[in-house]
């Protein structure tokens, strides 16, 4: 089956970017009419969608309206691999940030890798 | 704040029928956009719970239900047990927002 693993820096200066890689396996990326989403969830709080991208045709891309300024999501079939990149970060984007394929639900997810902001 | 409302938490002894509300408006769930469940474990990432309003994925027990009405979702959970102490969360889509998609704040379900 399939599943997603994300890599990435841990620790984020502040106002840099952040850069996060998800690599699906199990499957290829282009197979069947998905999107791939990033999702994240701070400390002791909910989960927040950040964008997805489509795995076809010129990857179109959806985003948070309130992240849509800072965040872009690529994908690299070649590689199986999505990424997201969010810049001018400060400390609340600090985080535990998922991969997850979407089908308009969310399945499945990463096991989150957690980014701190932080000098 | 988030886009779908769901109570903090909800508590049950063993056994018990639990449920948990997700309350939207007419640009998410009214609109007749889907909703989803998720069940977080601590520590861990959010699991598909129920998808389109009422469907199990392989795997979930039927003692998880999930339904649908006007601007509003719940998910039941029957014959409460100590492992289904978790988070949950509901998930839609919202079209005024740009095409965004939106999730509840979540509910801490505790088995007492």
């Known amino acids: 089956q399939v599943q997603l693993q994300e890599s990435g820096p841990g620790l984020v200066n502040p106002s840099q970017t952040l850069s996060l890689t998800c690599t699906v396996s199990?499957?290829?990326?282009?197979?069947?009419?998905?999107?791939w989403s990033w999702i994240r969830q701070p400390a002791g709080k909910g989960l927040e969608w950040i964008g997805r991208?489509?795995?076809?045709?010129?990857?179109?891309?959806d985003y948070n309206p309130s992240l849509k300024s800072r965040a872009t999501i690529s994908i690299d079939t070649s590689k199986n691999q999505f990424s997201l990149k969010l810049n001018s970060v400060t400390a609340a984007d600090t985080a535990v940030y998922y991969c997850?394929?979407?089908?308009?639900?969310?399945?499945?997810w990463g096991q989150g890798t957690l980014v701190t902001v932080s000098s | 704040q988030s886009v779908l409302t769901q109570p903090p938490s909800v508590s049950g002894a063993p056994g018990q029928r639990v449920t948990i509300s997700c309350t939207g408006r007419?640009?998410?769930?009214?609109?007749?956009?889907?909703v989803h469940w998720y069940q977080q474990l601590p520590g861990t990432a959010p699991k598909l719970l129920i998808y389109?309003?009422?469907n199990r994925p392989s795997g979930v027990p039927d003692r998880f239900s999930g339904s649908k009405s006007g601007t509003s979702a719940s998910l039941a959970i029957s014959g409460l047990q100590a492992e289904d102490e978790a988070d949950y969360y509901c998930?839609?889509?919202?079209?005024?927002?740009?095409?965004?998609?939106?999730f509840g704040g979540g509910t801490k379900v505790t088995v007492l």
């Open positions: 997850a394929r979407d089908s308009d639900w969310f399945d499945p």
């Open positions: 991208i489509y795995n076809s045709g010129s990857g179109s891309t």
């Open positions: 389109g309003n009422s």
């Open positions: 199990g499957g290829s990326i282009r197979s069947g009419s998905y999107y």
């Open positions: 007419s640009s998410n769930i009214g609109a007749g956009y889907d």
């Open positions: 998930q839609s889509y919202d079209g005024s927002l740009s095409g965004s998609k939106v």
